[in-house]
């Protein structure tokens, strides 16, 4: 077993231990023996501290959602439901652990880890996208990633203190803002349409000057 596969299948112990202990030594020590993994092995997986520890978690679920959901079954319905599944999979993924999800966005939110916290949010939404079937290369590629981590980051805040039944206040903020995303996509389509698509006035009245044969 490879560090890196000792880091994904102890981070979700890891992130359960962090609900009472934080993200500390304690929580990874608590996983270690959870997972019947040697204490001292899991501490050098971890040496970076709250960070490793909150950067793989992310990757695991990255990982679990590609599993769970793959592209090909996703293709089968509208793209904003995709991304819905996508986000509600990476929401349940983190029920029962909202207290730890709550210290790793404070620990996110230093000034230290602005940095690390972009780059986190920006790959998660890479994936969110290239499951959904997204292979833009143009700037779409970075505007799409751009609006769903903001987005995502939202809904994370609002999961992390939402005590609604079913966690119906967050499943209607993230809807909101999915069809925000919609409406902002379909208006940027009509604004970089081809030019031959588009109206011209020019081309209008030469045409009542000269009209089609």
Do not use: C
Request: hydrophobic share 50%.
């Amino acid at each position: 077993m490879t560090l890196d596969d000792l880091r994904m299948r102890l981070a979700p112990l890891v992130a359960e231990a962090a609900v009472f202990d934080g993200w500390s030594t304690q929580a990874v020590r608590a996983a270690a023996e959870q997972a019947e993994v040697d204490a001292d092995v899991a501490a050098y997986a971890f040496r970076g501290g709250a960070m490793d520890m909150i950067t793989a978690w992310i990757a695991s679920i990255d990982r679990a959602m590609v599993q769970a959901l793959p592209a090909a079954d996703l293709a089968n319905y509208p793209i904003r439901e995709r991304i819905r599944r996508l986000v509600q999979f990476r929401l349940d993924a983190q029920a029962g652990r909202e207290e730890a999800l709550s210290r790793a966005l404070a620990i996110l939110a230093m000034p230290q880890n602005a940095a690390a916290a972009v780059k986190l949010g920006w790959r998660s939404a890479d994936v969110m996208w290239r499951q959904a079937g997204d292979r833009a290369t143009d700037y779409n590629h970075y505007t799409k990633r751009a609006i769903l981590s903001g987005i995502y980051a939202a809904t994370l805040a609002v999961f992390a203190d939402d005590d609604s039944p079913g966690k119906s206040d967050t499943r209607a903020f993230l809807d909101r803002r999915i069809e925000g995303i919609i409406k902002f996509e379909k208006a940027k389509a009509r604004l970089v349409r081809p030019a031959d698509d588009r109206f011209s006035m020019a081309r209008f009245l030469g045409r009542l000057r000269y009209p089609a044969r």
